[in-house]
């Protein structure tokens, strides 16, 4: 999954009902895990590749510890952050 995709897909999640919500997250987590994976992908981009790789750390606990552990949308943040820092090994 691309990052665009994945940021797309969070703000959709964000605009539907905390109730509706799959992830169980609520607007400041999903706002925080946005800018957290914004952050990331800049600082990977511009060869930063430590401190990007603590904030996608970051933005994995963040979902591990508070959203849904079925969340689909949890998943796929996990999954590309697993994925991103596997390519940066």
Known sequence: MQIENLLTSLQEELQLAREARLSGASDLSLQSVMGLLQRADKLASAGQSEKARELFDSAARQVADS???????????????????SRKS
């Open 67 to 85: 959203w849904s552990f079925s969340s689909v949308l949890g998943i796929e943040v996990l999954e590309f952050v697993r994925a991103v820092e």
